[in-house]
T-cell receptor
Framework: AQKITQTQPGMFVQEKEAVTLDCTYD???????LFWYKQPSSGEMIFLIY??????QNATEGRYSLNFQKARKSANLVISASQLGDSAMYFC??????????FGAGTRLTVKP | DTGVSQDPRHKITKRGQNVTFRCDPI?????LYWYRQTLGQGPEFLTY????????KSRLLSDRFSAERPKGSFSTLEIQRTEQGDSAMYLC???????????FGPGTRLTVL
């Protein structure tokens, strides 16, 4: 069975600093996708970044990058140059063929001015 | 606005009443998903449609829950004889086949008194 683990319930970062949000996963499928979503207090889930299990390079989208370490089954999200608007819940998710999307419990990020 | 929309955004009901939520996906997306999110947790998969066909249902979806997607467009999620444990955020997401990104709506927050 697929499983996603986010071990950091809450994280603090100073504005303009970088922060890493941890995510580990467990699956026996060789093909899978990894996702990060941001959920502000308004409730809407906002897609940030995607990494396929066969992708050779780490995914990047603007200030977001995914540190994909396949052997360690980790897919950490790195946010560079944090902004106050980055304060939100962040969810890691995984999806394998024929399976539904599984989400971690989330990490609440607070950016301090 | 061409995103996923959900109605209502908030619903307060008394235990034992029936409630119905609506989701309008992005028009060219043929897949539609329902999730439930309780406080402090990530979204949990409930059910999934490809066009008008309901292809998968989670064991979380008891017989009090029913979902439809007539004509493969909007979808409704009905909860009969609501219980306090049904209080949660109900999220809808849509996706185009063979793409990896699910776009989420703003959710419907249900409170059962």
């Amino acid at each position: 069975a697929q499983k996603i683990t986010q071990t950091q319930p809450g994280m603090f970062v100073q504005e303009k600093e970088a922060v890493t949000l941890d995510c580990t996963y467990d699956t026996s499928d060789p093909s899978y996708g990894l996702f990060w979503y941001k959920q502000p207090s308004s409730g809407e889930m906002i897609f940030l970044i995607y990494q396929g299990s066969y992708d050779q390079q780490n995914a990047t989208e603007g200030r977001y990058s995914l540190n994909f370490q396949k052997a360690r089954k980790s897919a950490n999200l790195v946010i560079s140059a944090s902004q106050l608007g980055d304060s939100a819940m962040y969810f890691c998710a995984m999806r394998a063929p024929g399976d539904d999307m599984r989400f971690g419990a989330g990490t609440r990020l607070t950016v301090k001015p | 606005d061409t995103g996923v929309s959900q109605d209502p955004r908030h619903k307060i009901t008394k235990r034992g009443q029936n409630v119905t939520f609506r989701c309008d996906p992005i028009s060219e997306h043929n897949r539609l998903y329902w999730y439930r999110q309780t406080l402090g947790q990530g979204p949990e998969f409930l059910t999934y449609f490809q066009n008008e066909a309901q292809l998968e249902k989670s064991r979380l979806l008891s017989d009090r829950f029913s979902a439809e997607r007539p004509k493969g467009s909007f979808s409704t999620l009905e909860i009969q004889r609501t219980e306090q444990g049904d209080s949660a955020m109900y999220l809808c997401a849509s996706e185009r086949s063979s793409y990896n990104e699910q776009f989420f709506g703003p959710g419907t927050r249900l409170t059962v008194l």
